[in-house]
């Protein structure tokens, strides 16, 4: 048996990563009864994105603590409700992931972990992203001869773990590069990589020929660069030829360009309006370079591939990574992204096969990688 424990409801950017990991671990482990803990409302938006009933999967809604700021207090009142949790399971449990792992749910299972005989797993995303970036910045400040501090505490937490009992899985193949010199050989020695999981669906474009080249672009992705590319675009095109629609967040400063349309502004997204909206996209362009995003996957990138629509993007280490199997257009400038938009509104490229193939290719990785680590 296993169990799924979600802690910490993150909104709707661990929605999908989280349901997709339910769905591929449910098609790696297809004789596995597998239980879900996370809060009602969570386990909701999961089971719209993955039917959990259809996927056999049960879901046992769970009340946990909000953050707090003493990690020490996090960690105990998590480690209440998880050993209920344990406590109450048969003998039949052999694995607990703890997705969306956090610094206060590291630390409990690191006290915990001793006690029960099975085996935890620690599910990294966004955090070990901003633990790898400090560890960079204090390789930094003692290389100018400058006091660099303690170590992060997520370092300190795992390194100090029980190894015999905790694992660790990680989002995404991609960060194996940098984690030596980062974090201890034994953490990474018993670390998985996997690519961002998602749940393969069928796909409804919603867009239109002959109406124009339409990017699509989140206004949480909407910094400087997008700026940039829009009113590079917009000089260069006086047809009208290319279009922008701009979804969800507050005000922006991508909503004054007159090729800008707004879509959702100021609402809480659901995963069934980012579908749609990408659906209605010819491309999703993505403008993290590679000071921005150096060490940092990208949800929106993934948002794009399972809709099945190329991206735009900037030069950043994590796209360059997967470039190879032709996703999109993958430039260096916002200069040369708005040149490349141009030359597809003029001559249209189709990477339907190298979206296909990267889909293909992360999802057998990604199963292949779950059986062999949990048999």
């Known amino acids: 048996m ?93 694995d607990v992931f703890l997705l969306s792992c956090c610094d206060g749910i590291a630390l409990a299972v690191s006290a915990l972990a001793p ?36 170590p992060t505490r997520l370092r300190t937490i795992l390194e100090q773990m029980d190894d015999r009992s905790v694992e660790l899985i990680c989002y995404s193949p991609f960060y194996r590069r940098y984690l030596p010199g980062y974090l201890a050989p034994a953490c990474i020695r018993r670390m998985i990589f996997l ?49 922008f629609a701009l979804l969800g967040g507050k005000q922006n400063p991508l909503e004054k360009e007159p090729s800008v349309e707004r879509v959702l502004p100021g609402q809480r997204l659901s995963a069934g309006d980012i579908d749609r909206f990408v659906a209605g996209c010819d491309f999703i362009l993505v403008p993290y370079d590679h000071t921005q995003y150096h060490i940092t996957a990208s949800g929106v990138f993934w948002d794009a591939m399972r809709g099945h629509t190329p991206v735009f993007s900037l030069g950043s280490p994590y796209f360059r990574f997967y470039e190879p199997y032709g996703f999109g257009v993958v430039e260096d400038s916002p200069e040369a992204l708005a040149e490349a938009i141009l030359r597809q509104a003029q001559d249209p490229t189709d990477f339907t096969k190298g979206i296909n193939e990267l889909l293909r290719a992360c999802r057998e990785e990604n199963l292949c990688a779950l059986r062999e680590h949990l048999h």
Not at 21 to 38: G, K, N, Y
Not at 117 to 133: I, S
């Open 115 to 150: 006690r029960y005989k099975v085996r935890f797993h620690l599910v990294f995303h966004a955090r070990l992203e901003r633990m790898l970036n400090r560890e960079r910045r204090r390789e930094q400040l003692f290389r100018q001869g400058e006091d660099p501090g303690e």
């Open 2 to 94: 296993l169990y799924l424990i979600e802690a910490r409801c993150m909104g709707w950017e661990h929605e999908q990563v989280n349901a997709g990991f339910v769905a591929q671990l449910r098609q790696a482990c297809p004789d596995e009864s597998i239980c879900f803990f996370a809060d009602a409302g969570h386990l909701r938006c999961v089971n719209s994105i993955y039917g959990l009933e259809q996927g056999q999967v049960r879901a046992c809604a769970t009340s946990f603590p909000s953050k707090y700021e003493d990690c020490k207090e996090e960690a105990r009142r998590y480690a209440a409700i998880l050993v209920q949790i344990l406590n109450n399971a048969g003998p039949d449990l052999t």
């Open 195 to 243: 690519h961002h999981p998602f749940v393969q669906h069928a796909v409804t474009p919603t867009r239109h020929e002959n109406a124009g080249l339409r990017i699509g672009v989140y206004a949480a992705a909407a910094n400087d660069n997008a700026c940039q590319v829009v009113r590079a675009v917009a000089e260069r095109d006086p047809a009208g030829a290319v279009s």
